[in-house]
């Protein structure tokens, strides 16, 4: 009989415990995730429900929008607006590397120093994606990403609180790493 590792174990637990409660699977599994409700809609079949904001024009902060509207469309919603301009009254995902302006983390300081560290929060009507830099923001959306699915015919995401400082070096970073 084949000995199952710690590590294959671990995951198959946490994908077990997460089909049986309905929470997203976020792999790797955040450092902190707060308990939710699936009722924040951000997208429909007909039309978009709000817009994704960039605090700052970066090539990460843009493909991680694209990587948001890719999931939006998956689950059958249109494509929300990219732009650089925060609207009141309007469902803004806003994607930022200040990771000081999230305000209380689960994050150590010295993972704050990483870049890789990032934060989800839900605020005040909008979803703020926060890196503690550019690589950071993109690890926010690609877990937000895992926080989005249908119901009802529409897209909605998954109200949490996320806190996260990925331990890997070269997590997700495909050209820095060759292929063995």
């Known amino acids: 009989m084949k000995k199952l590792s710690l590590t294959s174990l671990i995951v198959s637990v946490c994908v077990l415990s997460a089909f049986a409660a309905d929470v997203p699977l976020i792999v790797p599994t955040p450092k902190y995730m707060s308990d939710g409700k699936w009722d924040v809609a951000v997208s429909s079949a007909e039309k978009p429900l709000g ?3 960039l605090a700052k024009k970066a090539a ?3 493909v991680a929008a694209e990587e948001i509207n890719r999931f939006i469309l998956k689950n059958g919603g249109k494509a929300l607006p990219i732009t650089n301009a925060v609207t009141d009254g309007e469902l803004d995902i806003v994607l930022s590397t200040d990771l000081n302006a999230v ?6 300081a010295v993972k704050r120093e990483t870049g890789q560290a990032y934060a989800i929060r839900f605020d ?3 979803i703020r994606l926060t890196g503690s830099g550019d690589r950071g923001a993109l690890y926010a959306a ?7 699915k249908n119901m009802d015919g529409k897209v909605v995401a998954y109200r949490a609180s996320v806190d996260d400082y990925p331990d890997f070096e070269h997590r997700g970073d495909a050209e820095l790493g060759g292929v063995m």
């Open 142 to 148: 690609v877990s937000f990403c895992h926080m989005l």
């Open 60 to 62: 990460m902060l843009q």
């Open 51 to 53: 817009k994704i904001v």
């Open 124 to 126: 005040k009507g909008d």
């Open 103 to 108: 305000g209380d983390t689960n994050i150590p």
